[in-house]
């Protein structure tokens, strides 16, 4: 097992990278001294799979866990659904000594992480992600929140967890479209950080595509360490946080343009990052070559890297861009790479160079 350190001074915690980990959250939360009482929130995918096993590891280490399941997909990343999540924890009398565990994806992390931050105004947390999306990215970090009909994530808080669980096993149960999209983000952090990284995937990604279990320790490995590093520097996304956005700009307008469901995140900012590559061409003199690699290693783990978009679909894209919360005075703002494994935040760019990289990736 390996472990990673998120430093955020006293809110500092560590991520758990190995198989078998799962069974480990119970001994785990009462090393923390959380408290007695808690409740797993899950979906109804993850939890047939997985809630047993992690009420199992709670209850034999003394504590008292709930079970709470939502639907699964973006629909549960709602306003309903975390009113219903609160209610729920009020009518068992949860109470500040109690804690929640977020057994799932992106989605129930991102839910179960912002009832934590509302409920009596805070209660502890854990992340315990089952999807590649959110071991290498949203489980760490301490974003937290819903979206909004008008757009993604508009309603959320910074809520670090006490503790990551990132049980490789779980991986190896994902379905291969759910999986592949998690390989967006990890693409991400070679171009973002570290090109080293970047070119092992190039050689190795038929070894991730396998899920060998070596290449997936290596891989959420060094993702989460990148993350925590980022994250260490810029908690709030006051700056350099902002480079894990990269290829989000147009991704979110494409998850919200279509309907959530159409794309799935990783998808989504994998065409993103193709867009945000050829616009670092034209704006930062990224070479074209490395735009191509980004584009290839995309292609070759099976992402899309086009989207046909008519022109009222266009106009949509355009709309749901400037509600993105990356919007800095009514400007859409893009992170883009100078090369690959170094990238800027905040940059602007013109209308008509949107467009042509639009008219390019279509
Ligand atoms: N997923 C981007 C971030 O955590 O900042």
């Known amino acids: 097992m390996h472990k990673v350190r998120v430093s955020l001074a006293s809110r500092s915690y560590e991520i758990s990278i190995g198989a078998g980990l799962l069974a480990k959250v119970g001994p785990g939360c009462a090393r923390l001294r959380l408290g007695r009482r808690c409740a797993v929130i899950s979906d109804s995918n993850v939890a047939p799979l997985f809630a047993k096993e992690v009420l199992t590891s709670l209850r034999d280490s003394g504590h008292e866990p709930i079970l709470i399941t939502v639907p699964a997909g973006e629909k549960s990343k709602s306003v309903a659904a975390l009113g219903r999540c609160l209610n729920e924890l009020a009518s068992h009398r949860l109470e500040r000594k109690s804690f929640l565990v977020a057994l799932g994806g992106g989605v129930?992390?991102?839910?179960?992480?912002?009832?934590?931050?509302?409920?009596?105004?805070?209660?502890?947390?854990?992340?315990?992600?089952t999807t590649l999306l959110a071991q290498v990215d949203s489980s760490v970090g301490g974003k937290t929140g819903v979206n909004l009909p008008a757009g993604k994530n508009l309603a959320g808080a910074f809520y670090q967890p006490r503790h990551v669980f990132c049980d490789l096993d779980t991986l190896t149960r994902l379905p291969r479209r759910d999986y592949v999209s998690g390989i967006?983000?990890?693409?991400?952090?070679?171009?973002?950080?570290?090109?080293?990284?970047?070119?092992?995937?190039?050689?190795?990604?038929?070894?991730?595509?396998?899920?060998?279990?070596?290449?997936?320790?290596?891989?959420?490995?060094?993702?989460?360490?990148?993350?925590?590093?980022?994250?260490?520097?810029?908690?709030n996304e006051s700056g350099l946080r902002a480079i894990l956005n990269f290829g989000h700009t147009l991704g979110h307008a494409i998850e919200n343009g279509f309907g959530y469901g159409k794309y799935l995140h990783g998808e989504a900012i994998s065409i993103g990052q193709v867009a945000a590559a050829r616009l670092s061409c034209e704006v930062m003199g990224l070479p074209e070559r490395d735009a191509t690699r980004i584009e290839s290693l995309l292609r070759a783990a099976g992402?899309?890297?086009?989207?046909?978009?008519?022109?009222?679909?266009?106009?949509?894209?355009?709309?749901?861009?400037?509600?993105?919360?990356?919007?800095?005075?009514?400007?859409?703002?893009?992170?883009?790479?100078?090369?690959?494994?170094?990238?800027?935040?905040?940059?602007?760019?013109?209308?008509?160079?949107?467009?042509?990289v639009m008219d390019s990736i279509s």
Not at 110 to 120: E, I, N, P, S
Not at 192 to 204: G, N
Not at 340 to 347: A, D, L, P, R, S
């Open 303 to 356: 992402l899309p890297v086009q989207v046909k978009l008519s022109a009222s679909q266009r106009k949509k894209l355009f709309e749901a861009m400037l509600l993105d919360k990356k919007v800095s005075q009514g400007e859409v703002r893009f992170v883009l790479a100078k090369k690959i494994g170094e990238v800027t935040w905040g940059c602007r760019v013109q209308q008509e160079q949107i467009d042509a």
């Open 108 to 129: 129930v992390g991102d839910l179960a992480g912002f009832v934590a931050a509302t409920y009596l105004r805070g209660i502890p947390f854990v992340q315990a992600p």
């Open 184 to 235: 967006a983000e990890v693409v991400k952090y070679g171009v973002i950080y570290d090109a080293a990284f970047f070119r092992s995937l190039e050689s190795s990604i038929s070894a991730l595509l396998r899920r060998d279990p070596a290449m997936l320790g290596r891989v959420v490995r060094r993702c989460c360490e990148i993350k925590a590093d980022v994250v260490s520097k810029d908690e």
